[in-house]
């Protein structure tokens, strides 16, 4: 197993890591700067006073040790084979997250999507217009669709029709080969494209994605084990149209949209689990089963996302909108340790709150195994004061360096746990800074699709942290430009006839009719009087409804006239 160093030397190109530079600073927050938020949110304030059991510790004093075996197995599942070579080799890493399962299973909600559309629509004229000549789509149409979507991440056109243009200022030859999809076939993908069944929708706020969203977390925890330090934090999908449960957080780069909750692997920022913000009552069954009910929402956040990894000894690393000192000791008595900054009023001992530090100075505070810190740092803005928890470190400070304004080069002694905390914090930053320039964000009213792509894009990081670990040398952005071709260029021809007849998807003629022939429901031909006849339904007139209908269909014996929708395709399911 390669060392440390050297594993975390293959992330610190520019298109996969963000410096953390900015992770001491934001840190060394004043207190109360997010009281409004945690209001909103209905945090829970937690007081600890002095109590015998919290004790002032010195600096290399610490009598305490919380050095714990970690039992977890980091890396790809044992049962899965590596190739040879990774260069040359990166679709077996792709196909390992955007499994064929997962793209079934986006073929048949969005083809169910389609036939919906015609069984709602009682005439022809009611259909929209890309759904008229529609037909079912493939796998490998689903897996060209994924493949542009990542495309106009790595190309940015002001218009989805640019692609295609003509124009030599926007015209993009991958997209005029014939494996790639046409324009007009990609708008019509896109139209029905679903991530659940809408034959059967069930309640909830993310009804529409849940079923994806599900397949998703099983790729990403059952492939792969992250290493001993994972960090929680938030995240922001950009989305501006109505929603219940829209999030505004103007801290965040987007400042409106979609809410995730993610669970990263420190050093690379593989995505191990994630859990969408949604509304109250779907919130409050995180940490369902686990038996937490005496934690707050933000600290059963955290407990959701490691339910998986519990009792392994795994440190998780948090900020102060999760850490408090209850859920320090919950996930004490569950085998996990916690490193985080936390707020004064959830958990620090009043002894460490009312003791006076100069600049650069720090104290510690044990109760059992949790270690409180308190820590006063010099900025160029003034001195700043941070607290934090750590169940998995030991009261001691360690030299570091700095470079004052001016060049001036200095060296302050800093809690260890500080140092620590900024170096593993920055799992969720590290994903969010090399999948943010290349997210697709066009503006859109279903705000499913934005998650989805979103999380889609994710899934191709994933797969390129494992192909780099076995060897690989391609950058993010080179892995993701591969990606797309593996996805458009190598799945078959793209470009299709359509039939020019309005009407629903195609259907089989019936058993022992035959050879299979396509059938399409058409009008029925004018009459000598220029008058389109209207027939009774023979589906309706065997269940005793007299419904008529100006449809037929000119492929059956008889020529039937049949209702467009749900008579259409029970005639067609049964021998006549």
């Given at each position: 197993?390669e060392?440390?160093?050297?594993?975390?030397?293959?992330?610190?190109?520019d298109?996969?890591?963000?410096?953390?530079?900015?992770?001491?600073?934001?840190?060394?927050?004043?207190?109360?700067?997010?009281?409004?938020?945690?209001?909103?949110?209905?945090?829970?304030?937690?007081?600890?006073?002095?109590?015998?059991?919290?004790?002032f510790?010195?600096?290399?004093?610490?009598?305490?040790?919380?050095?714990?075996?970690?039992?977890?197995?980091?890396?790809?599942?044992?049962?899965?084979?590596?190739?040879?070579?990774?260069?040359?080799?990166e679709?077996?890493?792709?196909r390992?997250?955007?499994?064929?399962?997962?793209?079934?299973s986006?073929?048949?909600?969005?083809n169910?999507?389609?036939?919906?559309?015609?069984?709602?629509?009682?005439?022809?004229?009611?259909?929209?217009?890309?759904?008229?000549?529609?037909?079912?789509?493939?796998?490998?149409?689903?897996?060209?669709?994924?493949?542009?979507?990542?495309?106009?991440?790595?190309?940015?056109?002001?218009?989805?029709?640019?692609?295609?243009?003509?124009?030599?200022?926007?015209?993009?030859s991958?997209?005029?080969?014939?494996?790639?999809?046409?324009?007009?076939?990609?708008?019509?993908?896109?139209?029905?494209?679903?991530f659940?069944?809408?034959?059967?929708?069930?309640?909830?706020?993310?009804?529409?994605?849940?079923?994806?969203?599900?397949?998703?977390?099983?790729?990403?925890?059952?492939?792969?084990?992250?290493?001993?330090?994972i960090?929680v934090?938030?995240?922001?999908?950009?989305?501006?149209g109505?929603?219940?449960?829209?999030?505004?957080?103007?801290?965040?780069?987007?400042?409106y949209?979609?809410k995730?909750?993610?669970?990263?692997?420190?050093?690379?920022?593989?995505?191990?689990?994630?859990?969408?913000?949604?509304?109250?009552h779907?919130?409050?069954?995180f940490?369902?089963?686990?038996?937490?009910?005496?934690l707050s929402i933000?600290?059963?956040?955290?407990?959701?996302?490691?339910?998986?990894?519990?009792?392994?000894?795994y440190?998780?690393?948090?900020?102060?909108?999760?850490?408090?000192?209850?859920?320090?000791?919950?996930?004490?008595?569950?085998?996990t340790?916690?490193?985080?900054?936390?707020?004064?009023?959830?958990g620090?001992?009043?002894?460490?709150?009312?003791?006076?530090?100069?600049?650069?100075?720090?104290?510690?505070?044990?109760n059992?195994?949790?270690?409180?810190?308190?820590?006063?740092?010099r900025?160029?803005?003034?001195?700043?004061?941070?607290?934090?928890?750590?169940?998995?470190?030991?009261?001691?400070?360690?030299?570091?360096?700095?470079?004052?304004?001016?060049?001036?080069?200095?060296?302050?002694?800093?809690?260890?746990?500080v140092?620590?905390?900024?170096?593993?914090?920055?799992?969720?930053d590290?994903?969010?800074?090399?999948?943010?320039?290349y997210?697709?964000?066009?503006?859109?009213?279903r705000?499913?699709?934005?998650?989805?792509?979103?999380?889609?894009?994710?899934?191709?990081?994933?797969?390129?942290?494992?192909?780099?670990?076995?060897?690989g040398?391609?950058?993010?952005?080179?892995?993701?430009?591969?990606?797309v071709?593996?996805?458009?260029?190598?799945?078959?021809?793209?470009?299709?006839?359509?039939?020019?007849?309005?009407?629903?998807?195609?259907?089989?003629?019936?058993?022992?009719?035959?050879?299979?022939?396509?059938?399409?429901?058409?009008?029925?031909?004018?009459?000598?009087?220029?008058?389109?006849?209207?027939?009774?339904?023979?589906?309706c007139?065997?269940?005793?409804?007299?419904?008529?209908?100006?449809?037929?269909?000119?492929?059956?014996?008889?020529?039937?006239?049949?209702?467009?929708?749900?008579?259409?395709?029970?005639?067609?399911?049964?021998?006549?």
């Amino acid at each position: 197993m390669e060392s440390e160093n050297e594993y975390a030397e293959i992330f610190t190109d520019d298109d996969s890591l963000e410096s953390l530079d900015g992770i001491e600073d934001e840190i060394m927050e004043e207190e109360g700067e997010e009281a409004e938020e945690e209001e909103e949110e209905g945090m829970q304030t937690e007081e600890v006073g002095d109590v015998p059991e919290w004790q002032f510790v010195q600096a290399g004093m610490d009598a305490v040790s919380n050095e714990a075996e970690f039992l977890g197995t980091p890396g790809v599942r044992p049962d899965w084979r590596p190739p040879a070579s990774a260069d040359g080799n990166e679709e077996e890493f792709l196909r390992l997250y955007l499994t064929d399962g997962i793209i079934a299973s986006v073929k048949t909600w969005t083809n169910r999507r389609a036939w919906k559309i015609f069984e709602e629509c009682a005439d022809e004229e009611q259909l929209p217009k890309l759904v008229k000549n529609w037909k079912d789509c493939t796998d490998d149409e689903v897996r060209k669709l994924f493949g542009i979507v990542l495309l106009m991440g790595l190309d940015k056109k002001p218009e989805i029709s640019s692609y295609w243009s003509q124009d030599p200022v926007f015209h993009c030859s991958f997209l005029s080969m014939p494996n790639a999809l046409s324009r007009d076939r990609f708008k019509q993908l896109l139209s029905c494209l679903r991530f659940y069944d809408c034959t059967d929708v069930q309640e909830g706020p993310l009804a529409k994605i849940q079923p994806f969203l599900h397949q998703l977390q099983r790729v990403c925890s059952n492939n792969y084990m992250p290493r001993q330090h994972i960090s929680v934090d938030e995240t922001l999908v950009l989305y501006k149209g109505r929603l219940l449960f829209k999030q505004y957080i103007p801290t965040k780069r987007s400042r409106y949209g979609v809410k995730l909750y993610c669970l990263c692997e420190s050093e690379t920022g593989y995505l191990w689990n994630f859990a969408v913000h949604s509304t109250e009552h779907a919130n409050a069954q995180f940490g369902l089963g686990l038996e937490c009910g005496g934690l707050s929402i933000s600290e059963r956040i955290v407990a959701e996302l490691c339910r998986e990894l519990l009792h392994m000894n795994y440190n998780v690393f948090t900020d102060s909108w999760f850490t408090s000192h209850r859920l320090a000791v919950w996930l004490l008595a569950n085998g996990t340790r916690l490193t985080g900054t936390v707020r004064s009023n959830r958990g620090v001992p009043q002894l460490l709150q009312q003791l006076q530090l100069r600049p650069t100075a720090a104290a510690f505070a044990r109760n059992g195994e949790v270690l409180a810190c308190k820590f006063v740092d010099r900025k160029s803005s003034g001195t700043k004061t941070v607290y934090l928890l750590d169940t998995a470190g030991q009261a001691a400070c360690v030299n570091v360096p700095r470079v004052r304004r001016g060049g001036e080069q200095q060296v302050i002694a800093k809690p260890v746990t500080v140092v620590t905390y900024s170096k593993s914090m920055g799992g969720v930053d590290r994903m969010d800074s090399a999948a943010n320039p290349y997210l697709a964000s066009r503006k859109t009213l279903r705000w499913f699709q934005k998650l989805a792509f979103y999380l889609l894009l994710l899934l191709v990081r994933n797969s390129w942290i494992v192909y780099r670990q076995h060897g690989g040398t391609k950058t993010f952005v080179a892995f993701l430009r591969k990606a797309v071709s593996i996805l458009v260029e190598e799945t078959g021809r793209g470009r299709r006839h359509f039939a020019v007849r309005a009407g629903r998807p195609a259907a089989v003629g019936p058993a022992g009719d035959g050879p299979a022939v396509q059938h399409l429901p058409t009008k029925a031909p004018l009459n000598a009087a220029n008058v389109r006849p209207r027939n009774r339904c023979r589906v309706c007139s065997e269940n005793r409804i007299a419904k008529k209908t100006v449809y037929i269909c000119p492929d059956c014996p008889g020529v039937p006239a049949l209702c467009i929708g749900q008579c259409f395709r029970n005639w067609h399911s049964q021998p006549h």
